[in-house]
């Protein structure tokens, strides 16, 4: 899992895509679930092909899906930081970081890659994770940047004030015998006010945002199109499948 001493600074190394790309070139599986996935079935599912990628049973995976309003809590989830608890379901995630909010309106990315063909890299990982994410929201014209200290993608908000941003992508994962899961997930049009019964990441100094919020109307299927295409421009291409 992201442990607290990489949260700190991104991996200067990593600030091209090589270091995550397999010197063979074997696409990982890309799928996309309809509907709303319950949060303990994505738990199991993508434990168990996490440890078939380790032992070799199973290629590389992408799992695009949505879930309905719950909260999830990082292993250095703070109870203070869960403001409303019989709000929405709560969920241990068994991930790094702490609360964070899955809903309709959020595409959430689980990404299942063996880092022994990647670099063998957590913080080179993250920093890609990032970096996707951004090349995603530059596609709609929407300017995402990283923080030092303070994992995921934030944009700047002047309209609200000087120093004032928001986050539009939260970032976590865990690694288990080097295989990643868990991953990325990235606001297109959630309802906002659902993260009112937590702290986001344990941060109450700044907001989140959405593609919506940004003022931009862009369809799940839009959002899904573009983030295969900066997915495979950072960590080399996929194969469509029907089912994980």
Known sequence: MVSEALRQTADPSCASAPKLLRADARP?????????????????????????????????????????????AGTSARAGD?????????????????YTYHG????????????RERGRDIRCL????????????????ITGEKRDGRIGVWVRRPEKGPLIEDKIAAIGVRVSRWVSFHGISLNIAPDLDHYSGIVPCGISQHGVTSLEDLGHIVSMSEVDSVLKATFERHFGCVRLASAL
């Open 28 to 72: 990982a599986r890309w799928f996309i679930s309809e509907g709303l996935v319950g949060y303990p079935e994505a738990l199991e599912t993508m434990t168990a092909r996490a440890r078939a990628i380790a032992e070799g049973a199973a290629d590389e995976a992408v799992w695009l899906v949505e879930h309905p309003p719950l909260y999830t």
């Open 104 to 115: 309709p309106g959020q595409r959430v990315v689980y990404v299942m890659l063996d880092l």
């Open 82 to 98: 869960l403001l409303a608890p019989d709000r929405f379901p709560v969920f241990a995630a068994g991930r790094g970081g702490q």
């Open 126 to 141: 993250v920093s890609g994770l990032e970096n996707w994410v951004i090349d995603t929201l530059a596609a709609f014209n």
